[in-house]
Every structure is written in C-alpha cells, then in structure tokens.
C-alpha cells in the first residue's frame, strides 16, 4: 500500500482539458482548429468517454442547437 494511487476528484480532469484548450486558443493558437484541440485533450488529459462527449457537446463550434422534447 506504499503505492501513491493517482485519484483525482471526479471532474477534475474535465477542469483541467477546458483550462488548457482555453490557454491553447488564447495564447499562441487562437486560429488553431477547436476540434483538433479537444481531441488532444481528451487523449492527453485521460478523459472517459463521457467526458468526451461533455467536451463534444459544450465546446465544439458550430454545433447543432441542442431539441427538448
């Protein structure tokens, strides 16, 4: 149990991936592709498939307006 286990609380790394892709656009990337910055995120952050299709839905340009039904 010496071990140091690398838990985060949950929606931690989803901060993290916004905080960076954020830092990314605003600083030297602001013409970079938002898609092509959150797929990196998701792989570099570790991020579950949920948190991928939260990024997906919150984050990504042009995306469809979401129905209620």
Do not use: Y
Not at 3 to 11: R, V
Not at 19 to 30: H, I, M, R, T
Request: hydrophobic share 35%; aromatic share 8%.
């Amino acid at each position: 149990m010496s071990e140091k286990s690398n838990l985060q609380p949950p929606g931690e790394k989803v901060r993290r991936a916004i905080a960076w892709v954020a830092e990314c656009l605003s600083d030297n990337n602001p013409e970079k592709d938002r898609c092509v910055l959150l797929r990196e995120a998701e792989v570099r952050f570790d991020l579950s498939p949920a948190e991928c299709d939260f990024l997906d839905r919150n984050f990504r340009v042009n995306r469809p307006p979401e129905t209620f039904s």
